[in-house]
């Protein structure tokens, strides 16, 4: 797991992936801290990104770096608890110019039944499920 969330800082931006109905989404995020034995992404509750994981929270991450990219999927999960926000606002204090911990909007998910494969054109794929 902390291999995952080491890649996706290094990496910057990343895809998420979600379900709109029938029509998949895609968008860039750069929010990745472990907290909790966790790996945790951050959204806030009026976009659309948050309404689509509470309808379904099957979800893929896609991002690249250096000739290897990452994908994981899996679901993602809200925390509502106030130190998950705060961890999360701790480790990206730049949000705190848009977010706060109480202020009804910033939401954090972590992701359950993770299965996250790294793959490159010159070495074997290797998957790691948390």
Not at 22 to 41: A, C, E, H, L, S
Not at 100 to 124: L, Q, R
Request: proline fraction near 4%; glycine fraction near 6%; hydrophobic fraction near 35%.
């Amino acid at each position: 797991m902390e291999k995952v969330a080491k890649f996706l800082k290094e990496a910057g931006t990343y895809f998420l992936a979600t379900v709109d109905g029938d029509q998949p989404r895609v968008r860039p995020f750069g929010t990745i801290n472990i907290f909790d034995g966790k790996i945790y992404i951050q959204t806030g509750k009026v976009k659309a990104v948050s309404k689509q994981l509470h309808a379904n929270p099957k979800a893929e991450i896609c991002a690249f770096k250096d000739g290897t990219w990452l994908r994981v999927s899996g679901e993602l999960i809200e925390d509502d608890r106030r130190e998950a926000r705060e961890s999360m606002l701790n480790a990206y204090p730049d949000l705190r110019n848009m977010y706060s911990e109480d202020d009804g909007n910033t939401e954090v998910f972590y992701i359950k039944n993770a299965t996250a494969t790294f793959s490159s054109f010159t070495a074997a794929p290797e998957t790691i499920e948390f």
